[in-house]
């Protein structure tokens, strides 16, 4: 089946450790997409990609890092730097073509003790 | 930038319809995209517009009039399972960015 996968879907850290978390898709897209999210609010823009080896920062990636070593792979690793890390955070592909619907991964929720 | 406004909650009754509203502004507009979200779960698109005028699928319909910067999600024979939040998303080209810009979601309560 085509789709979006993310592990783990709960993740628990101490505070100071880096974590990377995992975004693979098999639906030969493009584009992908970091996303945060916060209790009660919408999503904020972490990093995108929009080919391979190349990634761009989105609103809010003071703290967060990411890789795109293959189209199928955009893992984020969130830094210590990250001051405040707990929260949901969601993949995302697309064709970056067309309408550029947004296909998202069952989401990582983060909690950093 | 992109300002997105859409109201914080909503509650309705089952069997009813009900109409979520978004407002936008931004300088490059290319889209206009409805998604609903279950509470821990990952959004799930609904539609999606781009010209004027309504777009229908089944119980949902979306609206959109670009000079007025305005959309609308219309659920029509409301169920207790459309409780969710409706997220708003734009897309905005004029950066060259790609990516969708959110609002901060209406989450609707419906009740028997």
């Known amino acids: 089946d085509g789709g979006i996968t993310q592990s783990p879907k709960y993740l628990f850290r101490k505070e100071g450790q880096n974590v990377t978390l995992s975004c693979e898709q098999n639906?030969?897209?493009?584009?992908m997409y970091w996303y945060r999210q916060d209790p009660g609010q919408g999503l904020r823009l972490i990093y995108y990609?929009?080919?391979?080896?190349?990634?761009q920062k989105g609103d809010i990636a003071e703290g967060y890092s990411v890789s795109r070593e293959k189209k199928e792979s955009f893992p984020l690793t969130v830094t210590s730097a990250q001051k405040n890390p707990t929260a949901f955070y969601l993949c995302a592909s697309s064709m970056d073509r067309g309408s550029n619907e947004q296909f998202f991964g069952p989401g990582t929720r983060l909690t950093v003790l | 930038g992109q300002n997105i406004d859409q109201p914080t909650e909503m509650t309705a009754t089952e069997g009813a319809i009900v109409q979520i509203n978004c407002t936008y502004q931004t300088s490059g507009f290319n889209g206009l995209f409805w998604y609903q979200q279950h509470a821990g779960e990952a959004p799930t698109f609904l539609s999606y517009?781009?010209?004027?005028g309504l777009e229908e699928k089944g119980r949902f319909s979306s609206f959109l009039s670009r000079s007025k910067g305005y959309s609308y999600l219309l659920l029509k024979e409301l169920q207790m399972k459309d409780s969710a939040s409706y997220l708003c998303a734009v897309r905005d080209d004029s950066t060259g960015r790609r990516a969708l810009t959110f609002g901060s979601g209406t989450r609707l309560q419906v009740q028997p």
């Open positions: 990609s929009q080919i391979v080896n190349d990634f």
């Open positions: 639906l030969n897209h493009d584009a």
């Open positions: 517009n781009v010209l004027d």
